[in-house]
């Protein structure tokens, strides 16, 4: 089947350096902090957490079906705000799934906010195997529910 790729945009009135803070150099504290229910930590494998070859393991909270997944950071360009990273393994990828590659970018709006781009690109392994609609649909609502709570996070945080 190859791969899908699957193309996000979302707007947020928070600053586009504090939102990258937030979701990319600070998430692996962050998002278990505000959705422990979503994700209830992550151990860093190999690396310093954020360079390039970082490997993690994500492990998801109660309110998750899955277990775990490991991550790798492919790219990290804090400077220009994008971020590059591959679901490599668990039980996430549902043994259809090689892997998933998602590329972030942060843009700062001229109304001193921000929007998210986020380019999701799932290798699907060879023939026999299919990811339904449904699924990589229940992936972006899952990332958009993230986002906006980060977003209302931030937004109750003022000085973050």
């Known amino acids: 089947m190859g791969a899908i790729t699957y193309d996000m945009e979302i707007p947020s009135s928070i600053p586009a350096s504090k939102m990258f803070k937030a979701i990319v150099l600070d998430a ?15 151990e860093i494998l190999e690396g310093d ?3 390039a070859g970082t490997v993690k393991i994500i ?6 079906k899955f277990k775990s997944v490991k991550h790798r950071v492919d790219a ?4 220009n705000m994008t971020h590059s990273y591959s679901i490599i393994e668990g039980d996430a990828l549902m043994g259809v799934v090689e892997s998933i590659t998602y590329h972030i970018k942060i843009v700062p709006t001229e109304d001193g906010g921000c929007i998210c781009k986020n ?4 290798n699907v392994k060879g023939e026999g195997h299919e990811i339904t609609e449904d699924k990589i649909k229940e992936g972006k609502e899952k990332a ?6 980060i ?7 003022p000085d973050y």
């Open 49 to 51: 957490g954020t360079c």
């Open 76 to 79: 990290l360009d804090a400077e």
């Open 144 to 149: 958009m529910a993230m986002f906006k709570a």
């Open 59 to 64: 492990h998801f909270g109660e309110g998750s």
């Open 151 to 157: 977003e209302a996070h931030l937004h109750a945080n």
């Open 28 to 42: 692996d504290t962050l998002i278990p902090k505000i959705m422990p229910h979503a994700i209830k930590n992550v």
């Open 119 to 122: 380019r999701s690109i799932y």
